[in-house]
């Protein structure tokens, strides 16, 4: 069974940068990669980020040039470098195993990121 931990969520000023992270343990079967997503209240649960096992990133268009995706080389770790961030970046941010962009719906407990302006 797969756990996914994230962290490094908090209170930032807009243009500043946070970094999250999400620690993987257990079975990763059936995916190829892992990805970033985020739910704004009263909002749907959207993608910001994967990348797949072979480092292919992918990004959502309103945070690209701004966030990088990236894994350590054991690949149980994921991170999210957050750069320039806006007050519509103010969300809570889950990690997931994905299929292609598709999350497998394993889901953490989520960190939450609130950008003031």
């Known amino acids: 069974q797969v756990r996914l931990v994230e962290s490094g969520g908090g209170l930032v000023q807009a243009g500043g940068s946070l970094r999250l992270s999400c620690t993987v343990s257990?079975?990763?079967?059936?995916?190829?990669?892992l990805g970033w997503y985020r739910q704004a209240p009263g909002n749907q649960r959207e993608m910001v980020a994967t990348?797949?096992?072979?480092?292919?990133?992918n990004y959502a268009d309103s945070v690209k040039g701004r966030f990088i995706i990236s894994t350590n080389n054991a690949k149980n770790t994921l991170y999210l470098q957050m750069n320039s961030l806006k007050s519509e970046d103010t969300a809570a941010y889950f990690c997931d195993l994905v299929y292609g962009t598709t999350p497998l719906g394993v889901w953490g407990q989520g960190t939450l990121v609130t950008v003031s302006s």
């Open positions: 990348i797949n096992n072979s480092g292919r990133t």
């Open positions: 257990g079975t990763t079967f059936g995916s190829d990669g």
